[in-house]
DNA sequence: ATTTAATTCCCCACATTCCCCCACAAAAAA
DNA sequence: TTTTTTGTGGGGGAATGTGGGGAATTAAAT
């Protein structure tokens, strides 16, 4: 499974399309290459980009753990996909973000592609330099959760 | 696994390509010699160099210590994932290191591989020559930390 | 209903960067 | 010395990244 590190800047046009990298383009499986999955993160203000593999597998993750005759499952399960959609990619490797979505997370132009091991975030660049920890707060948060281990 | 120990020098070109000391690239696991996974020490102003699979063993212990749908968790591991990238080696033996990490260990040619037992450090030469501790402080920290064990 | 505006989509064109390849110097081994 | 391994350098072609024109579609306004 393809492994995305890393964090590589990009700009949006005036038309709100986006360049994916070629390095994690690549690492999408034969026959993924095609569209990509784009849902909101609830917390953050950025948008989470899946493979569909990804994407499907963390369906059927829910399927399995949500009651299809509980209403406030179904609840969640309605928000979670209705702030997903599906993201062709064009001949020219670039994606086509909708208006909203790029104001939802305020993109100037500057964008920033980061890796999640098995899923990319988006953030206006800006906003990223903003959210990111300090690394004294960042190296002792991360010790302290992954338990005292060396983190390096 | 191998272990590297041991300082060495060697020179970036002007495209920012650097050589793996062969001494390291003999000791990397057969099948693992093609490409390494870089990151920034954000403490230090160097690079360190992880084999894949210690890379990988780190990967797969964040996934099970950090919660998915945790979004501190998430942005903790979105920043320790972020300044790293894939390294791919040259037919040469060389790696190409992009223009903006050299800056940010401030490298001018001369670097300085360092071994670290499971992993390899980067460093400018001239940095690394100025962040040595003294070997007075050296000798007194060393064996602070040596005596208070071994408890965890 | 008709016009106008905005968005989405599908082309084509071009500049720049990267990366593959070859050649060779320098050092070590035979 | 000759041969092999290790380390350095550069040219050029392909791939990447950026931009714009203008249909087709959708939404808004008159």
């Given at each position: 499974?393809?492994?995305f590190?890393?964090?590589i800047?990009?700009k949006?046009?005036?038309?709100g399309?986006?360049f994916?990298?070629?390095?994690?383009?690549?690492?999408?499986p034969e026959?993924?290459?095609e569209?990509?999955?784009?849902?909101?993160?609830?917390?953050?203000?950025c948008?989470?980009l899946?493979?569909?593999?990804?994407?499907?597998?963390?369906?059927?993750?829910?399927?399995?753990k949500?009651?299809?005759?509980?209403s406030?499952?179904?609840?969640?399960?309605?928000?979670?996909?209705?702030d997903?959609e599906?993201l062709?990619?064009?001949s020219?490797g670039?994606?086509l973000?909708?208006?909203?979505?790029?104001?939802?997370?305020?993109?100037?132009?500057?964008v920033l592609?980061?890796?999640?091991l098995?899923?990319?975030?988006l953030?206006?660049?800006?906003?990223?330099?903003h959210?990111?920890l300090?690394?004294?707060?960042?190296a002792?948060?991360?010790?302290e959760?992954?338990m005292?281990?060396?983190v390096d």
């Open positions: 499974m393809a492994t590190i890393g964090n800047e990009a949006a046009d005036v038309k399309r986006i994916i990298p070629a390095s994690y383009r690549k690492q999408l026959g993924e290459r569209r990509l999955v784009m849902r909101m993160d609830p917390n953050n203000a948008l989470i899946y493979p569909e593999g990804v994407w499907n597998r963390k369906v059927a993750d829910f399927k399995e949500l009651d299809e005759w509980n406030d499952d179904q609840m969640l399960l309605m928000q979670f996909v209705s997903a599906w062709d990619i064009d020219q670039r994606v973000i909708s208006k909203r979505y790029l104001q939802q997370i305020g993109v100037s132009l500057d592609f980061v890796g999640m098995d899923r990319i975030a953030w206006d660049k800006a906003a990223y330099e959210s990111r300090s690394s004294n707060d960042f002792k948060r991360l010790a959760k992954m005292k281990k060396s």
